[in-house]
């Protein structure tokens, strides 16, 4: 049996699109197309959480798999409603009741084949099989593909690919059709958005893919969609999970969405991936309400525009809420979040500062995150090529004949980066410009992965390299400030913003850092002031925690929670 290729027409005199679409059917391996494949278990979790079961007339209800790669969604949806329709008597054409999209050529033909060996197991002839499957698998580009009608269920694990891997004259045709591809988004986004669309009033969207976009900048379209049309009823935080068939990298998350007006999101947490156990927790979800046996919690407004989602336990989410509408934010207590210098060629930018043949003014010494892995600054000696003038403009290179020099040594590295092409005459530029004066000026480091802060204060010396993040301040008092920034307050603050990565770590990144709530200095009492510098001085984290909590001025129970 041939794959279906379907004619697109709304491509028709778009050749480049056209041939960019082909080439990725017929060539791509599965890390470019974001092949990976989902474990059985979760499988049948997340078609019970749709309310796809074998119990109910599914030959009269229609799902769509978006990308179903080897056929774990499909070949088990597929059981399930040949199981159904034989159940019911075996009568009527389940034509309309299945599509399902994929790109690749050669997995098609491989899941094809399966299909039709269920479909001949259930007693179906060949004819009517290759009907069956003429109709419901649609070779072609999901995002791209016609799928007219609506749906009563969307199943599947949508691709995670980034932007770069895709041809550009694609990209353009997805960003014109797609509102929520934006910024930096992996193309499991549009995804998202395309299978909320086909979706029929009352029908369930149930996906597993990264969580990034639940917290991040690029989520904030998609999420502010299902804030506004849709009702985000489950989210199971899978991170940590063996969730797949191969040992990935991946922070997943499956998502039960719900074309219906918003509600009440119930969260489970890193369930253990056992069929028995999770159809326990399917049900303990699909009963709506919290379960302390199970771990299942309600979070009454997860949704909230464009926000980041906060799906954190009910007591550490009230208690955030509290500080926030108590507290101003980090920024508006003269505070300054900001990140250190990215080079873009590190190789040619830094290396010992008294090795860098350079003239004295051209470069700074560069603090790192090895510099600071003691909770103290112990600097290594490097420093960085700094080509900007205080003004912020490039230098001029007849000025600085030993930096022209060193420049043209390194000039290939230098001049290969995306920065330089994009501008040839400034080719010697770092991504980011360098400020001299930052480096002295005293400021707190941070790194950006860690399990908790790590909040280093440095006293004007030296100029942060681009995986530390820096705080500084024109009012608080930086050691009273970094043992708050040390303690389980300011980690609340973080952990409910940011994505976590596997082992727990956090992301301590300027957009999270400045979802912190922070009294006004004016506002701290004397004593207050000197239990905080004293705690910080020591590296007491003890004492920064208990100092912050009485600053902030929790209750015992509070400071329990946050220890957790």
Wanted: proline share 6%; charged share 25%; aromatic share 8%.
């Amino acid at each position: 049996m041939q794959p279906l290729l379907i004619t697109q027409t709304s491509l028709e005199g778009m050749c480049p699109i056209t041939e960019a679409v082909d080439s990725l059917a017929r060539d791509s391996d599965g890390e470019k197309r974001g092949a990976v494949f989902t474990r059985r278990e979760v499988v049948d979790f997340m078609l019970d959480l749709a309310g796809y079961t074998s119990n109910r007339p599914l030959h009269t209800l229609r799902l769509l798999e978006p990308s179903f790669g080897g056929g774990e969604f499909l070949l088990a949806a597929v059981e399930r409603l040949l199981t159904a329709f034989q159940a019911a008597g075996g009568a009527g054409d389940l034509s309309p009741c299945i599509r399902a999209v994929e790109l690749h050529h050669e997995t098609f033909a491989q899941t094809q084949g399966h299909l039709e060996r269920l479909l001949l197991r259930f007693d179906f002839s060949k004819p009517e099989a290759a009907r069956l499957l003429n109709t419901w698998l649609i070779s072609g580009d999901f995002l791209l593909s016609p799928l007219p009608g609506q749906f009563d269920f969307v199943v599947g694990n949508p691709p995670y690919v980034r932007q770069e891997l895709i041809p550009a004259e694609l990209m353009l045709e997805y960003r014109r059709r797609y509102a929520t591809l934006y910024d930096r988004a992996d193309l499991y986004i549009p995804f998202i958005e395309r299978s909320l669309g086909l979706l029929a009033d009352g029908g369930q969207c149930v996906l597993i893919c990264a969580d990034r976009w639940t917290k991040n900048r690029y989520g904030a379209p998609l999420r502010a969609l299902v804030a506004g049309s849709f009702h985000l009823r489950v989210y199971v935080d899978m991170v940590d999970t063996p969730a797949f068939n191969a040992d990935v990298i991946a922070y997943p998350a499956i998502t039960l969405i719900e074309k219906a007006a918003p509600g009440p999101t119930l969260v489970a947490e890193r369930p253990v991936i056992d069929a028995e156990r999770l159809l326990l927790l399917s049900r303990a979800l699909l009963r709506g309400v919290a379960d302390s046996v199970t771990g299942v919690s309600l979070v009454a407004h997860a949704t909230m525009g464009s926000e980041p989602w906060v799906l954190s336990s009910s007591a550490k989410r009230a208690l955030l809420r509290r500080l926030e509408a108590t507290f101003p934010l980090l920024e508006d207590t003269g505070c300054k979040v900001g990140i250190g210098v990215a080079t873009g060629a590190d190789k040619a930018f830094i290396g010992k500062m008294d090795e860098l043949d350079v003239e004295p003014s051209r470069k700074l010494p560069l603090v790192t995150t090895k510099d600071i892995v003691s909770g103290e600054v112990r600097w290594r000696g490097l420093g960085v090529i700094n080509p900007f003038e205080d003004d912020g403009k490039l230098a001029d290179l007849t000025h600085y004949p030993k930096l022209h020099a060193y420049l043209e040594r390194h000039r290939a590295t230098i001049a290969g980066r995306h920065v330089a092409k994009k501008n040839p005459v400034g080719w010697y530029r770092t991504i980011d410009r360098i400020t001299p004066a930052l480096a002295s000026r005293p400021k707190l480091l941070i790194p950006d992965i860690k399990s908790s802060a790590n909040a280093v204060f440095e006293p004007g010396e030296l100029y942060p390299h681009h995986n530390l993040y820096y705080v500084e301040s024109s009012q608080w008092d930086l050691h009273a400030l970094q043992a708050v920034l040390l303690s389980n307050v300011a980690r609340q603050f973080v952990a409910a913003y940011s994505t976590t990565m596997r082992g727990g770590f956090l992301r301590f990144q300027a957009q999270y850092l400045r979802r912190i709530c922070l009294p006004e200095w004016h506002t701290v009492p004397t004593a207050m002031r000197e239990r905080l510098i004293r705690a910080a001085r020591t590296l007491d984290l003890g004492e920064c925690n208990k100092a912050a909590a009485a600053l902030y001025g929790l209750t015992r129970d509070e400071e329990s929670i946050l220890a957790q």
